[in-house]
DNA sequence: AACCGGCCCAACCGCGACTTC
DNA sequence: CGAAGTCGCGGTTGGGCCGGT
């Protein structure tokens, strides 16, 4: 699909913005509202890219922009969606009022990161960190980080672009072998029923190192108490249970949530999305703790 | 005082998703 | 239905700041 340019780079200005330039900006906002990027820097009277106006505004001139020192509870809370979702920055951003997610970002990379780096290379904190094989580190790699969420369900998260969730590494155990001697597919032992879900979209790859499951859906479309009620949420505590997302430790939902969440009722005639889910108060109470 | 290197963070870039026509 | 336009996201860069030498 072809693509022009964000903006013609002549006569722009860049880099730091001006005091000047932030004014015009955040009274032409303030006027006329937000959107419409890309005509804004000609209506507004700005040699910027529309681009370029979109992040000042989002990350800078907002009103409700909460600046500095994120708080211990904050980077509590940036630690567990982190090792949730990934480097889904905007999705973490969502979740903490007044934060963007270029300041969350910008924070995992100077702070939470190198800080998490170092603890995973401290020995006494590796000795229960060796279910994460595939975590190679912290940047482009395919897994989330090893965190100090050490004792937390061996859960990482694909690195990907979508705007939304689709994509989620999970390590499962190995499935039995069929009739014919050959491994089956989580798919095939019955693992995994989401209603309306292929085979073809639940993936299952294995490699000579790791064996893992992509399970690779649309949770916009996804009703969240299809997933609830496919094996990968079992929440009791049969061992016999399969529960191929997180092996020993499965995501458990209170009955709280899963009342709120599977329900449809006159307020909500049709099922709540995973995506609202995430974005949701309730996601709070089933994050991966901190130990 | 000058230089250097590391850190931080605002801003930019490229691309995929979404919307419009 | 496909092409073009627009938006939003995550990764990366670069310049200012600061502490150490």
Redesign the pocket.
Known sequence: ????P?CS?EGL?????TAHEDKILTDYITLHGE?????LPKRAGLK?C???C???WL??LRPDIK??NISPDEEDLIIRLHNLLG?????IAGRLPGRT???I???W???LG?KLHNKDKDPHLQKNNNNNKNDVGF??EEAAPNTNTLNSPPVSVV??????CSKVFINPPVPPLNSMGNQTTPYEAGWLSFEGITEKEMRWSSTTTEDYLLGDFNV?ELCLSDLLNSEMCNNNNNSDSLSPSCCDQPFVFSDDILNDWTQTNAAHPEPHSFTSFLQSTHSDQWLPPIN
Do not use: V
Request: with cysteine; hydrophobic share 15%; charged share 35%.
């Open positions: 699909m072809g693509r022009s964000c780079k200005n860049r880099g730091a913005w959107g419409r990027w890309r005509n910027r529309g681009k370029s979109r992040l000042r990350n800078y600046r500095g480097n889904r920055w905007s999705l997610d270029n300041e970002k910008n924070y990379n100077t702070n190198k940047y482009g690195r990907t672009k979508a705007t939304k916009g």
